[in-house]
């Protein structure tokens, strides 16, 4: 081989070797691109699995939240409703408590009947003291009891009426007696002008209706109390038959 064939060969050979080594190169440069490529890949998929999961988890605590917060809405509700059944309950004990209180009183207390009216249109001007109770002074400076009530009025013709319906007893000049329907009262209305009174003995009065007018029959203006009035008296029925004087009040409030 000549010289120049032997320089054309070494050429040849050293441009293999200069490509190989740059295909070498270039390989390597690619190996090295597709390994950062795959680890990125990787990361990103580590980032969205993180971030997936951070969102469930956060989805998860918002749902926890919300229970928990309708949890507490139904405490309140709950103790809410309890509160008001507490308040109920406690309205319904003093309601209780009132209800009995009004019962002991009306077991003990009087009975008034408020189913009778005013006789008079006046004003208690001496009351009824009872044969135990105190004794009243008159304008005569006597001291005696008071049987009924001694209503006062304006004037003399002033109109009476019966209290509740009844049967005539007794008419003695302006005095008048009547007993009620079931027998358990006797009602006197007496210093009635005699020449009103219209009525006879066994006559059915009805509540309401005028039994006479003011007068001065009893002689009560000059000795006890010093105005024209009605001499008003409620006897009540006792086991025996007898009839005892009561306290008008105890029917009719003025």
Known sequence: MDKNNSNKGHLLSKGKRKILKSGTIYLVVIL?????????????????NSVKTDTSVSKVTKVNNTVQNNSNVNNKVSKAKQNDKATMDNANLVKKNTDT?????????????????????????????GADGSMAVGLDKVSRTILGEY???????????????????????????????????????????????TLKKGSAVTQNSKIGVIGDSDNAKDRIVDCD???????????????????????IKY
């Open 151 to 197: 209503i006062k009025v304006s004037s003399k013709g002033i109109p009476v009426y019966a209290v509740t319906n009844g049967t005539v007893l007794s008419i003695d000049g302006g005095r008048v007696a009547i007993l009620s329907n079931d027998s358990k009262l006797k009602i006197i209305y007496d210093n009635l002008d005699p020449t009103s009174v």
């Open 101 to 129: 209180s009004k019962d002991s009183v009306s077991a003990n207390a009087k009975v008034v009947q408020n189913t009778m009216v005013s006789p008079v249109n006046g004003t208690i001007i001496l009351g009824y003291t």
């Open 229 to 251: 009035h009605l001499y008003f008296e409620i006897d009540e029925k006792q086991a025996d038959g007898s009839y005892k004087d009561v306290n008008p009040q105890n029917y």
């Open 32 to 48: 090295f691109v597709c390994a950062i490529a795959g680890i990125t890949m990787v990361l990103t998929r580590k980032t969205n």
